[in-house]
């Protein structure tokens, strides 16, 4: 640590190895910044990845505003409007970063403390919207089946809205008889681990029902919206069922390719991480301040530094938004 | 020591950069949640011209927050330039990539899909 820091008797064109200062930055801010490259080229390659895959599937991806509709106390179908809340939250807690940084050059000790809190608040409020959206995206919102293939069917009703299977499929209790302990060796929760439908309940339901019709993936590129088929030709589809899914998880996704899901908990996930981690770094700094280590010291370099870090981590959400959810 | 001088607040400029990237991310939802036809349905090189303006004001958003909340613009000109023109090469050059290959993988994957 003391090795980083440059006292007021120093040489401020040099390091405190005796090198030349380079760009005329302090050392840690040169490392922030050699940091935020690597790291900005690392979520390069993983949104590329994501854009590349994207295209390879153009006709099946998943519509961003078909998969994430939920409101928190809000029932009903909402594209955009929690994660465009989440886009505000990190961005404003840029802003109280930014204003810490600029308290911090006046040496204004309670502002800076201040706005360190608030940063805080904002990341933690951002942390808790992203894992209330993954538990959404992992619990599912409809159910669908899926086939031999991996493809995914879904249920729409007469408006091309989709529906639940819950609001069709009539279950058919003597079709499945619960597992016990007593018939195995292995035995396995039979509630925790199996799917709320059969597929043949589900046939059954939606062959009774000439209200509910079935959606492939496959999008019509003309109008960027996924094909409904005649029943006759869903039964074609029906037939090769091999499961029913609710939510998404790494293995399957009721909301079509899995490919999917493994990006956005992948992507999310290490984003996620990123923030988790600055607000840690931002509480240690933010005790620092509390306890005077900065005015001892004479400068706030190190809020700069954190900040830093802390803005970038809200570049990247800039960009995972725009690639899962806009475009 | 740099900090030991009197630095004037930047506050003012700060609340206006907040209001401008707030703005922005208002259009960006209003034209997702909207996806205007004339716009979403109109291919213009390799993707669609909705999606080209969402890449461009996510770009414009980028430099609002690397140029006044990273302090690049008070960075010398040299450090400044190492990492701005980086990332612009870097984005040219992914953007080219993406648009022209993805295209290609799916020209060729696609008659081997059937969806009857």
Redesign the interface.
């Known amino acids: 640590m003391e090795a980083t820091v440059?006292t007021?008797n120093s040489n401020?064109d040099v390091w405190s190895g005796g090198g030349k200062r380079p760009?005329?930055?302090s050392y840690g801010k040169m490392m922030m910044?050699f940091f935020i490259?690597s790291d900005?080229?690392t979520f390069?390659g993983f949104l590329?990845s994501y854009?590349?895959m994207?295209?390879?599937?153009?006709?099946?991806w998943p519509i961003a505003?078909e998969v994430f509709t939920h409101v928190p106390f809000v029932h009903g179908h909402f594209?955009?409007?929690y994660v465009?809340f989440m886009?505000?939250i990190l961005?404003?807690s840029?802003?109280t970063?930014?204003?810490a940084?600029?308290a911090g050059?006046?040496m204004k000790k309670g502002k800076v403390t201040l706005y360190m809190l608030l940063t805080i608040i904002g990341g933690a409020i951002f942390l808790g919207s992203q894992a209330w959206e993954w538990k959404n995206f992992i619990g599912g919102t409809y159910g669908a089946v899926v086939l031999q293939d991996g493809k995914i069917a879904q249920f729409v009703d007469n408006d091309g809205h989709q529906i639940a299977l819950s609001d069709f499929v009539v279950k058919d209790d003597g079709a499945r008889v619960a597992h016990t302990r007593s018939n195995g060796l292995w035995f396995e929760n039979d509630a925790g681990s199996l799917p709320p439908y059969t597929v043949s309940e589900v046939v059954a339901s939606f062959n009774a029902n000439p209200s509910v019709n079935l959606r492939?993936e496959?999008i019509d590129l003309?109008?960027?919206e996924k094909?409904i088929v005649s029943k006759e030709?869903a039964n074609?589809f029906l037939a090769k069922a091999t499961n029913v899914v609710m939510g998404a998880n790494l293995q399957v996704n009721e909301y079509g390719k899995t490919l999917f899901a493994d990006f956005f908990f992948f992507i999310t996930g290490f984003h996620g991480f990123h923030v988790f981690s600055g607000i840690l770094i931002n509480i240690i700094i933010f005790f620092n301040v509390i306890i005077g280590t900065y005015e001892k010291r004479?400068?706030?370099?190190m809020v700069?530094k954190v900040?830093?870090y802390w803005?970038?981590v809200?570049?990247v959400w800039?960009?995972v938004?725009?690639f899962f959810?806009?475009? | 020591m740099a900090h030991t001088e009197a630095h004037e607040s930047h506050t003012g400029l700060i609340w206006k950069v907040f209001g401008f990237l707030s703005i922005i991310t208002i259009v960006e939802v209003i034209l997702g949640i909207m996806k205007p036809e004339s716009l979403h349905l109109t291919p213009f090189l390799g993707t669609s011209l909705l999606n080209w303006i969402f890449l461009i004001l996510t770009l414009v958003k980028a430099y609002g927050i690397a140029w006044y909340f990273m302090h690049l613009r008070e960075e010398k000109a040299s450090l400044r330039r190492a990492i701005v023109w980086t990332c612009v090469f870097l984005i040219c050059y992914l953007t080219a990539l993406v648009l022209i290959e993805g295209g290609y993988i799916h020209d060729q994957l696609a008659p081997y899909l059937s969806w009857s």
Do not use: C, N
């Open positions: 440059v007021e401020e760009f005329a930055a910044w490259m900005a080229l390069s590329v854009g590349l994207r295209f390879k599937f153009i006709d099946s505003d594209p955009m409007y465009a886009t505000f961005i404003f840029s802003v970063m930014v204003l940084v600029d050059h006046q492939t496959q003309g109008v960027k094909t030709e074609k004479g400068h706030y370099e700069e900040g830093l803005h970038f809200d570049l800039v960009f938004f725009t959810y806009l475009v």
